[in-house]
């Protein structure tokens, strides 16, 4: 029983540098079936460790570990998720700011918090981005790839809140670079917008960001395998594919991403496509509104 190995998964790591510096790190932990969970927590391995939490950021050492979150993602491996944020402030005999925090909400920072979740889409590369094909060099059909997603839950304290503004993000991915994420690959999935109400400040609303990030090139866009049973010939026109018997295919043929038939051997396309709006996010939802 015990861990026998732990990588950082340079691909899973954000950095936000501000007024609320945020961050979050990626480890995959690989162990016996029976190591207890936290254990995993803990794991250290061929020089890398997860660090305990407590840890300052070692960009930003006004941040440290708040939070350390395990998920199973096979027989013997974790993918463990470590996040910074600032440190709880010790609410009363603090400084005059920490104080003034807790008398008016909206000097409050935001709570974040994060998870994660998987899906499944089509790909014609492994993990490693290498074309995958059988022993004749042909792709397989149907080839999927699990996605953890990320997935952040923002909630900030805001003295106005608009639903007809909120109801402008939801569904959209970002224009702009926001959390440390590029473009494409944060999704609104909706904003929650409540009321709340505090006898030493009075009415306030508290607006949550329901986000969900994908660390992909292609971000949150759709993608279909490139086939069909119509070609392009090379005056561009549009002609049944029909096998060597001049018979109309029974099964869609592969395309090579320009309307021609795919040689033989050769890894499949896939054509992309925007299944939501874009917009730019706010900067500052990290950030105390005053």
């Known amino acids: 029983m015990g861990v026998t190995a732990v990588h950082r998964d340079w691909q899973g790591e954000t950095f936000t540098q501000g007024a609320s510096s945020y961050a979050s790190d990626t480890y995959v932990v690989q162990a016996t079936a029976d ?42 491996v974790w993918r463990v998720t470590v996040d910074y ?4 402030t010790d609410g009363g005999g603090g400084t005059g700011e920490d104080q003034a925090a807790i008398d008016n909400p909206l000097k409050r920072r ?3 918090r994060r998870s994660s ?3 499944y889409e089509a790909v014609n590369t492994d993990f490693f981005g290498e074309a995958v094909t059988n022993s004749a060099g042909d792709t397989p059909q149907g080839l999927q790839r699990p996605y953890y997603d990320t997935v952040l ?13 909120a109801a402008l993000f939801e569904n959209a991915t970002n224009l702009n670079q926001v959390l440390g994420y590029p473009p494409g690959q944060v999704l ?3 904003i929650d917008i409540d009321p709340a109400f505090e ?12 986000l969900a990030v994908r660390s992909d090139p292609i971000g949150w866009k759709g993608r279909f395998v490139d086939e069909g049973f119509h070609y392009l010939d090379a005056d561009d026109n549009r002609k049944v594919a029909v096998d ?6 029974t099964q869609p043929v592969l395309l090579d991403g320009s309307g021609g038939i795919l040689e033989p051997g050769q890894p499949a396309h896939f054509i992309t496509w925007d299944r939501f709006g874009n917009l730019d996010f706010p900067t500052d939802l990290l950030d105390p509104e005053e």
């Open 35 to 76: 190591t207890p969970r936290l254990v995993i927590a803990a794991a250290a391995a061929g020089g890398v460790a997860i660090p305990p939490r407590g840890t300052p950021h070692p960009e930003d050492p006004s941040i440290v570990v708040r939070e350390i979150e395990p998920k199973r993602v096979g027989p013997a």
């Open 85 to 88: 944020a600032t440190p709880d």
């Open 110 to 112: 935001p709570t974040v």
């Open 117 to 119: 979740r998987v899906s």
């Open 153 to 165: 839950t923002i909630t900030r304290n805001q003295r106005n809140a608009s639903a007809e503004e």
């Open 188 to 190: 609104c999935e909706r």
């Open 199 to 210: 006898a030493n400040f009075g009415s306030y609303w508290q607006v949550t960001w329901n």
């Open 244 to 249: 060597d018997d001049g018979q109309p295919y």
